[in-house]
């Protein structure tokens, strides 16, 4: 089992930043890789990025204008993933979760935090 605990989300003007963080405990070394997705208000969940545990990242590209704002990055000595979110927009606005995938193709989520972007 994992447990994931995310952090760092909250209410920013636009054209701010934030850092999330998501905290893993439990079978760490089960974990394959570990991603972000964010849930717009009446919106699907969608991917925003994803980190392996070698460190290698990707940025969804059919959520646009992501690449070059956010970072995903990883502290391994940590547990931690983090995404760092630059020069925020309005439509960033919504619920950031972590989510963890197992060497087993099992599914973690967190319990997702609240970013608020104000125009």
């Known amino acids: 089992q994992v447990q994931l605990v995310e952090s760092g ?3 920013v003007q636009a054209g701010g930043s934030l850092r999330l963080s998501c905290v893993a405990s439990g079978s760490i070394s089960s974990i394959a890789t570990m ?4 849930q717009a208000p009446g919106n699907q969940r969608e991917l925003v990025a994803s980190i392996t545990s070698g460190g290698s990242t990707s940025y969804a590209d ?3 204008g992501v690449k070059g704002r956010f970072t995903i990055s990883r502290d391994s000595a940590k547990n931690t993933v983090y995404l760092q979110m630059n020069s925020l927009k309005p439509e960033d606005t919504g619920v ?3 989510r963890a995938r197992s060497l087993a193709l099992r ?3 967190g319990q997702g935090t609240q970013v608020t972007v104000s125009s």
């Open 9 to 11: 989300g909250g209410l």
């Open 35 to 38: 991603a972000w997705y964010r």
């Open 62 to 64: 059919s959520v646009k």
């Open 96 to 98: 950031y979760y972590c």
């Open 107 to 109: 599914i973690y989520w």
